[in-house]
């Protein structure tokens, strides 16, 4: 049995469907989930779903996932600005990993367009809304062949 795809999401992605639908749409973090595990089942692939608000928290998941996953798909939220320390964690993270944002980040205030998380991802995907994680499902697929 293959490892599953961990798929990460950080601090306020909880708050999905509840305010800003124009930036973030009108889906909740929940709704999303859901047809990420029907999805991931459609190709073959075991999904868990975590969503934290604490960097730490984060890291501990990336590390536990050294073992227990074989990609990560993550959304670090406003961490991908700022954490060095999520960045650390990916690196020694073996599998391919996959960034996403529902925005696009680049259109965004400047503080936004820097992510160091993108100094490890193995793709980046913003601005497809919350289809952006069925097109990191589909890739971390083929990906994992
Ligand atoms: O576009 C994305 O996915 C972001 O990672 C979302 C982060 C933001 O800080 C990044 O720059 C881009 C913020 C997530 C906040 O999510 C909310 C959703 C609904 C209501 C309020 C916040």
Same mark, same amino acid.
């Not at 469907?17 to 999805?39: F, I, N």
């Not at 991931?40 to 590390?63: M, P, R, T, Y």
């Given at each position: ?35 990420? &595990? ?26 536990? &996932? ?22 650390? &964690? ?43 994680? &069925? ?11």
């Amino acid at each position: 049995m293959p490892k599953p795809i961990h798929i990460l999401n950080g601090p306020n992605l909880n708050l999905l469907g509840q305010r800003q639908p124009e930036v973030y749409g009108s889906e909740t973090l929940v709704d999303v989930e859901k047809w990420c &595990a029907t999805m991931a089942k459609e190709l073959g692939l075991a999904c868990s779903c975590l969503q934290s608000n604490h960097e730490g928290q984060l890291v501990d998941w990336i590390q536990e &996932a050294r073992q227990s996953a074989s990609g990560i798909i993550i959304n670090p939220g406003a961490y991908s600005h700022t954490s060095v320390a999520i960045l650390d &964690a990916l690196n020694a993270f073996d599998g391919p990993v996959l960034e996403v944002h529902i925005s696009n980040i680049h259109k965004r205030e400047a503080f936004r367009h820097h992510s160091y998380v993108s100094h490890r991802a193995d793709g980046v995907i913003a601005g497809f809304g919350t289809e952006g994680y &069925a097109l990191a499902l589909r890739r971390m697929a083929s990906l994992l062949g």
